[in-house]
């Protein structure tokens, strides 16, 4: 198994920019899941999916954030427009719900 | 509200010694309780994780952590670390797999 695939794995932009990540999780599994990790809060849950469908996306900062879920094998994390502040590792994650979840390896991203 | 505390940021053992994290949390009922570990530029790998039954949970790696209902604690052991076990060490508590939260995180570097 090829695991949780995340792209890119790092992501450098400016400031104002859209930024897209991707993640698609493992065959089979029915959650998905959007952390943050920075070094000041740590990682935060911003969205989770079950059946395709968004669950809870109390974590997500703020409008600037999106994220979708068209189909089981794929979802994106959107920020539009980017700042500086928004630089991190995001991580995605799956689990066939009710076990365990499985990271992806991340996404660095810096906004400049 | 639910939420886990790492006391400690960093620590620093020597390979060969032996090595406990602590971690407790506070919660309303008896949570699902895991540990996860972090090698720099990495996602994040399950070591081991609790749902009920026997206290002492006994993971990958040689680690084990013991859940402790009375000090609402689960501290992470390992009888002697080895130089590849230096990684950033995160406990997290939930609901259920779909709920989680992290600790802060334990960095843990091992001198020869």
């Known amino acids: 198994d090829a695991g949780v695939i995340q792209s890119p794995r790092h992501e450098v932009t400016e400031m104002g920019q859209e930024v897209t990540l991707r993640c698609k999780p493992i065959s089979g599994h029915n959650s998905l899941f959007w952390y943050r990790q920075t070094m000041m809060r740590g990682l935060e849950l911003l969205i989770y999916?079950?059946?395709?469908?968004?669950?809870?996306d109390s974590g997500m900062p703020e409008d600037r954030f999106s994220a979708k879920m068209p189909n089981a094998s794929f979802s994106t994390l959107k920020i539009q427009p980017s700042e500086p502040r928004d630089s991190a590792v995001y991580f995605c994650a799956s689990s066939l719900s009710g076990t365990l979840q499985y990271f992806g390896p991340g996404t660095r991203l810096l906004v400049l | 509200a639910q939420s886990v505390t790492q006391p400690d940021i960093h620590i620093t053992v020597s390979e060969g010694a032996s090595l406990e994290l602590r971690c407790n949390y506070s919660?309303?009922?008896?949570?699902?309780l895991f540990w996860y570990v972090q090698s720099p530029g990495q996602g994040l790998q399950l070591l081991l994780k609790?749902?009920?039954?026997?206290?002492l949970v006994q993971g990958i790696k040689g680690f084990e952590a013991e859940f402790k209902r009375s000090q609402s604690s689960f501290n992470l052991r390992k009888p002697s670390v080895h130089w590849s076990d230096a990684a950033e060490y995160f406990c997290?508590?939930?609901?259920?797999?779909?709920?989680?939260?992290f600790g802060a995180g334990t960095r843990l570097t091992v001198k020869p």
């Open positions: 999916f079950n059946n395709n469908v968004p669950i809870d």
């Open positions: 997290a508590v939930g609901y259920n797999n779909n709920d989680m939260r």
């Open positions: 919660y309303g009922a008896t949570p699902y």
């Open positions: 609790y749902f009920s039954g026997d206290t």
